[in-house]
């Protein structure tokens, strides 16, 4: 069974700065998708970006990028210029390609703060 | 825009109620699902479906019920709740195939369900 791990439980930063949340997973799977999804105090889940396992570029979506170390197993975000909007908690996600069912293993979730 | 939609959003119960959580979604969706987060766990998928008729057991479907009768729509059932599943929980759905199974999900805006 695949495994998602976040290791910080926190994060605090002040608004401008840059900060990088970590994720790690586990599995056997050569073909699979890796996900950040944001919930902000409004519980909404919001999906914030997307990495295909098979692609070795890095997908950014505008301040949000990602650091993807396949053969690390490891799985991190990077929001430039943080925003108070920013603040949320932040859940790493891993899907192996299944016919039809999106089954997604989430991580524990890193409750990030931007500061003013 | 009404996407996936879930009522209540908030409930009590007392031990041994039983109740059902509604969820909808309009976006004819054939992949529907239920997850619960619990602090310091992350979200964790209980029951999904891949179209009317079909069900399947997620990671803790212990003391839930599901059936699928229609496309728009996908309950869960707890038929003698306990304090254990207290818990808030989530529906998601996404299109079959969507963008070749890129896992993106749509969730709802999740309930907060208490068992006292």
């Known amino acids: 069974a695949q495994t998602v791990t976040q290791s910080q439980p926190e994060m605090s930063v002040q608004e401008a700065e840059t900060v990088t949340l970590s994720c790690t997973y586990d599995?056997?799977?050569?073909?699979?998708?890796l996900f950040w999804y944001k919930q902000p105090p409004s519980r909404q889940m919001i999906l914030v970006i997307r990495?295909?396992?098979?692609?070795?570029q890095n997908a950014t979506e505008n301040r949000f990028s990602v650091n993807f170390q396949k053969a690390a197993k490891s799985f991190s975000l990077k929001i430039s210029d943080s925003q108070l909007g920013d603040t949320a908690m932040y859940f790493c996600?891993?899907?192996?390609?299944?016919?039809?069912?999106?089954?997604?293993?989430f991580g524990q979730g890193t409750r990030l703060t931007i500061n003013p | 825009n009404a996407g996936v939609t879930q009522t209540p959003k908030f409930q009590v119960l007392k031990t041994g109620q039983s109740m059902t959580l509604q969820c909808a979604q309009d976006m004819n969706h054939e992949y529907m699902s239920w997850y619960r987060q619990d602090p310091g766990m992350g979200l964790r998928l209980i029951h999904y479906s891949v179209g009317a008729g079909i069900t399947d057991q997620g990671e803790v479907p212990n003391g839930y019920n599901v059936s699928r009768s229609t496309t728009e729509d996908f309950p869960l059932r707890l038929l003698s709740a306990a304090p254990s599943q207290t818990s808030v929980y989530f529906c998601a759905s996404s299109k079959q195939g969507q963008a070749l199974n890129t896992g993106e999900l749509f969730f709802g805006e999740g309930s907060r369900l208490t068992v006292l």
């Open positions: 990495q295909e396992a098979y692609k070795q």
């Open positions: 599995t056997s799977e050569n073909n699979y998708y």
């Open positions: 996600a891993f899907m192996k390609p299944d016919s039809g069912a999106q089954k997604l293993v």
